[in-house]
Nanobody, 115 residues
Framework: QVHVVESGGGLVQPGGSLRLSCAAS????????MGWYRQAPGKEREWVAS???????KYVDTVKGRFTISRDNAKNLVYLQMNSLQPGDTAVYYC?????????WGQGTLVTVSS
């Protein structure tokens, strides 16, 4: 069974950076796509970024140029490097793994952007 676990959240000032990590319990070569969603207080969960096993990456418009998704296949890790963070980026960030017939979610990690 596939599990994913996020880490790296925390409190950061506006303009700062954080790197989130998502550790998979299996080789990420076997996972079609992995990525991140986020859910801000009182809002719907929104997709943020994704990366496929073939290396294709995509981003929601609001984070393009600020966030970078990457993967370390040897360590079964997916990262979300977040730069120029803004208060509007405050949310619980969830990693997911898109399998052939299901989507597996992590427990989430809280990112708070505040001065």
């Amino acid at each position: 069974q596939v599990h994913v676990v996020e880490s790296g959240g925390g409190l950061v000032q506006p303009g700062g950076s954080l790197r989130l990590s998502c550790a998979a319990s299996v080789s990420i070569f076997s996972i079609y796509a992995m990525g991140w969603y986020r859910q801000a207080p009182g809002k719907e969960r929104e997709w943020v970024a994704s990366t496929t096993s073939g290396g294709t990456t995509k981003y929601v418009d609001t984070v393009k140029g600020r966030f970078t998704i990457s993967r370390d296949n040897a360590k079964n890790l997916v990262y979300l490097q977040m730069n120029s963070l803004q208060p509007g980026d405050t949310a619980v960030y969830y990693c997911y793994a898109l399998l052939r017939d299901s989507k597996v979610w992590g427990q989430g990690t809280l990112v708070t952007v505040s001065s």
